[in-house]
């Protein structure tokens, strides 16, 4: 089975779609912690990449990440921005230029994503970002099977998006906060936790459907 | 759900808009070199630094209304309280240098920096040398002096720069006074309502009627404490502790007051607490060199106010005073 | 009952205190001749005729904010909403006047009216002779011109005859073209909240969410009617679409706009709206000569804003542009 | 029995607590047809009023009155400032340069405190305002007694601002509201009656301690 450039730009429509529905919980959250706007970036952001790479002929897997994250960046600026578009180009990078990749690859996305974000918002794991979602997913890969891999991905995406609650930000807008910002859920990590499982959904569903045939 | 009221059309377009309207009205101050690039009419020119502002919008004035002869050559305007991409940052840059180099100011936001810097490293590209100085004047908001953000301080500290930049001084200097202007400016204030974004027009947080945030950014970032609505001289008090304690003057010294609106807060309200701010500057035997007063750097419609003292020094008192016309703030 | 958040002290102490706060800010424009009567230092000469403006407070920068060099000579300070009593309005008289007479100018109000007589009544017992202009601009107040309310227009009108009288010209000539100012000056406004007295700090009227007042005054007296709140361009429409149809200007003929704040709505929703003036102006063939866009006449902290539209001839477009040097407004 | 000047200082002594403690509900009443502070008004202009008589020396009941209207004039502006400054200078030629009056005499202040402000505010009764309760109190008087009088003028003013509730202004700030203005009392109206009614209260217990002795 093959991830080709029709299951991505499936996932960015998704993307646009899901984060257009979670926008003014997004913000809620945002709004404790931080500016209240990050429902907004997040909406506005994946609409943008969604279209750009809606908007593409016939190109290839890093073509359409690269316009994702030139979509996405124009479209948002904020922190959002440089941290998906880096995460969108790692991605593309990962990829390549090439119309289709194995889809016991595709999980190494989540892996570029990470790096890509760690490293544009020099951020490491603990400090409150959406990089708490990403890095244990990355982490939690080549356990075994795809299968296996997604699903551990996936939980524990959305296990660390949780176990941000308990944390103190040391980075980003919410650091100026310090104790205050306990007991709060990071935006930013909420949204990553539910994007990365609309991918892990995505790529378990395609693994399901070659064992269907 | 009560939605905030708010005189907007889409609020995905109330940004562009707004930019229409700013344009309509001061064709005479301002070119849209980009969509989201703002420059000077009569700001930039050969062998003069680049001063380039931005940030995100919602806090107008600021940034647009800063750029003007003697002020900032140009704005990158983001979304709301968002910082802007490095497309129209790198716009406004191209619009605006001289060949002298550029200097990117901007308060310290996480977003703003990795925008700003990512737009730096393109333009080193095309051989345009971008500098950075980042506004850090918000005393309430860290203990450290590099981690703060920027607030309505910006208003100063971009106006030394710009005054620099505007009598011919070298990158090196214009930096220098950047820095130093930054580092004798100091802010701080109180939200005594929240706002909200015009695409949600939902407050983006809960202040009980009687309470104020003491210490709140101007993006309705929570600030120190949450206390009970006190009397605007004990307010003021507060305040001016925190920022006397903060600046280290010496009597006789000079300073430049800034009272600041956040937005829905009245200017009857503002001379109030500046006469307070007067009497405690003048119990401590400070000279004030200029008072503003009024809505400089705002948070869309939240009610509340900032104070900022700028710790003058004969340059910056100069800078202060060099004149300045942009489309919303003039001097001298 | 939940009280409006101010950042006052004493309610009955607010005016007060806020001229300290002023005169702390602007001495350098401003002195205070008697406790409620604020004069231009450097406004006032022999042989000019004597400008002075007044009216209640809650309308900053209106009415103190225009006195300076170029524009009023002096302003009488009422209580909140309230009008001045005869003896403020008498000191920035005789505090003002240069031999040439004294004008008075001020916004059509029945306690304004009483008041700014009574003391007319008493400086001619001092062989002073002041004449008044009242403003009308108001367009939504009365369909009987003579009867309308003066609202933001006062900002056009008043530095129309502001101008005539420091270009020397007489009593006679500077009455008439406050007159013709004024009735070239047409305003409406919309509010999106209430505001408070510092007093009472309770909300003057109930305006439910979701609506607003089509009309609504500058002390919150009730407009024309309520209706469901509109997107920003449906609410310009239906002000413009009244201005208009009272100005009956000719293609080609020219405006000066004001797109006024009323006190909480902040310059984001101000330049859109004006984004969309700009528009139905260009439609009508209409030439801009010169856009204000901020809050220039306030009801305290009520949301809102009114447009205004001043149909210039080539008289009037020169007083506009004469130079003005006042505490919170400049031209030229 | 005389109404002597420490009759008149206690008058306005107790128009001063009544205007305070009315402040509010009058201030609710101007916000539907007017500017929300004649509460305001009333109140800063008694107390000056107040203070302004409590002030004198040894003086006739002229004085006071015109003390009363320097007081309240200079404190207050507005409508209700000339209006009442015009009353009270009016009251204060009725009683003239001595320090007592008949008691008898004294419903005729009424009178002339409602030409004072028909006079100042080019008003005629019927237009919703202040005039509508001072001008039938003035108008009931004459009919007979003392008392009687006192008793006519007093249910007088208060059935004349109830009735401006369904009146429509015509003159003052909420002349413009035309129709709107119907449904609720002038403020103005009301606090005349309250003032008027104090008044009455007034003379009539100076009456009274001059029946039992
Ligand atoms: N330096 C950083 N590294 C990684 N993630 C960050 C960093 N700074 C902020 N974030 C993430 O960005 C989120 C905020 O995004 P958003 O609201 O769109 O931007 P902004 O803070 O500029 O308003 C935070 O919740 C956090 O997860
Ligand atoms: N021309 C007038 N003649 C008599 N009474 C008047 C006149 N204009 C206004 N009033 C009275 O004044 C009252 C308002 O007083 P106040 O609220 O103190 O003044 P303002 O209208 O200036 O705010 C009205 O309710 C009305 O009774
Ligand atoms: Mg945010
Ligand atoms: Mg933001
Ligand atoms: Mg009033
Ligand atoms: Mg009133």
Chains 1, 4 share one sequence.
Not at chain 1, 47 to 64: I, K, P, S, W, Y
Not at chain 1, 143 to 156: E, K, Q
Not at chain 2, 31 to 37: D, E, I, Y
């Amino acid at each position: 089975m093959l991830y080709q450039t029709c299951h991505l730009a499936d996932l960015f429509e998704g993307f646009a779609s899901l984060m257009a529905r979670e926008r003014d919980a997004l913000c809620r959250m945002d709004g404790l912690i931080g500016d209240a706007d990050h429902g907004i970036a997040m909406s506005q952001g994946m609409a943008a990449a969604h279209t750009a790479v809606a908007a593409l002929g016939d190109v290839t897997l890093q073509d359409q990440f690269n316009a994702a994250a030139k979509g996405f960046l124009n479209a948002v600026g904020a922190s959002s921005g440089p941290l998906y578009a880096t995460a969108f180009l790692r991605a593309g990078k990962l990829a390549g230029p090439r119309t289709q990749m194995p889809l016991a690859d595709t999980p190494q996305i989540i892996a570029a994503m990470a790096e890509g974000i760690a490293q544009r918002g020099k951020a490491v794991p603990g400090q409150k970002t959406m990089l708490d979602a990403f890095a244990p997913a990355a982490a939690a890969l080549g356990a075994g099977s795809l299968r296996a891999d997604i699903a551990a991905a996936r939980s524990a995406a959305q296990a660390g998006a949780a176990a941000t609650t308990d944390m103190i930000a040391t980075i980003g807008r919410a650091a100026l906060l310090g104790e205050r910002s306990r007991g709060h859920p990071d935006p930013g990590a909420a949204s990553a936790a539910l994007l990365i499982t609309a991918f892990c959904d995505q790529i378990e569903r395609l693994a399901q459907s070659e064992d269907t045939p | 759900m009560t939605l905030t009221q708010k005189l907007i059309n889409d609020g995905n377009d109330a940004v562009d808009e707004m930019l229409q309207g700013v344009l309509a009205a001061h064709g005479a101050h301002l070119r849209q070199a980009a969509p989201r690039a703002i420059v000077a009419l009569h700001g930039p020119r050969a062998g003069k630094v680049a001063l380039v502002i931005g940030g995100g919008s919602g806090h107008e004035p600021a940034f647009l209304g800063y750029v003007g002869r003697g002020l900032a050559d140009a704005a990158a305007i983001g979304n709301v309280f968002a910082s802007p991409p490095p497309q129209p940052i790198i716009d406004a840059a191209l619009a605006s240098h001289g060949g002298a180099g550029v200097l990117f100011m901007y308060g310290n936001y996480a977003g703003d920096v990795m925008n700003f810097d990512m737009a730096a490293e393109m333009l080193e590209m095309d051989g345009i040398e971008a500098r950075t100085v980042l506004t850090t004047d918000d005393v309430a908001s860290s203990p450290d002096r590099s981690k703060r953000r920027g607030v309505a301080g910006n208003v100063f500290i971009f106006k030394a720069a710009g005054a620099a930049a505007d009598l011919d001084m070298t990158l090196d200097e214009v930096e220098r006074i950047a820095r130093h202007a930054n580092a004798r400016t100091y802010t701080m204030g109180v939200a005594l309502s929240a706002c909200s974004l015009p695409q949600t027009r939902h407050p983006n947080f809960d202040l009980p009627p009687g309470e104020m945030e003491i210490g709140m950014g101007i993006h309705g970032e929570p600030g120190i404490r949450r206390a009970a609505l006190r009397p605007a001289n004990a307010v003021v008090d507060e305040i001016m502790d925190r920022l006397l304690a903060e600046m280290q003057a010496a009597r006789g010294d000079r300073v430049a007051v800034l009272v600041n609106g956040l937005g829905a807060t009245p200017l009857m309200e503002l001379y109030i607490l500046n006469a307070r701010i007067a009497e405690r500057l003048a119990a401590e035997g400070l000279a004030v060199h200029l008072t503003l007063v009024g809505a400089y750097c705002t948070a869309l419609e939240m009610a509340g106010a900032s104070v900022t003292l700028m710790h003058l020094d004969d340059t910056l008192q100069l800078l202060i005073d060099h004149p300045c016309d942009c489309a919303m703030f003039r001097q001298g």
